[in-house]
């Protein structure tokens, strides 16, 4: 890290580093246009500053989300409107909660799912039950 009038800038791998982002994927977002306010130094290097190391965590929960590249940009745009875009921005995180949620109680009845096979399983291995199969 260094500073630049004030700024705290961080080279591209002290960005990996604090965003948990592998170097590759911080690049593509950047030659995506998903990280927009990305400096460069003497060196034509990028920097980060804490507002874009802000945003591009933000770009791993959006993706975390569900949403594609397309997606994201669409956000990145509302963003960059202010706040006239707010609405839609809700409207958006609203749907891919819903999405999550649906998600989330998928895995729950796999969860649930595989906690009766595996009482079943103790079950016939402790000689309480006798095996028997949907298969035969």
């Known amino acids: 890290m260094y500073k630049n009038g004030g700024l705290n800038l961080y080279t591209m791998k002290e960005a990996c580093e604090k965003t948990g982002l592998p170097y590759e994927t911080l690049k593509f977002y950047c030659n995506q246009g998903l990280v927009p306010n990305v400096g460069r130094d003497g060196q034509n290097r990028r920097t980060f500053s804490d507002k874009d190391i802000a945003w591009i965590n933000s770009l791993s929960c959006l993706k975390n989300c569900g ?18 875009s707010i609405q839609k921005r809700k409207e958006i995180l609203t749907q891919k909660r819903r999405e999550l949620e649906q998600e989330q109680e998928r895995i729950q009845e796999s969860i649930a799912y595989i906690d009766r096979k595996q009482a079943f399983y103790d079950d016939v291995l402790a000689g309480r039950t006798a095996y028997h199969s949907n298969l035969k």
């Open 67 to 84: 949403m594609g590249i397309r997606e994201m940009r669409e956000y990145l745009q509302l963003c960059l409107e202010g706040e006239s």
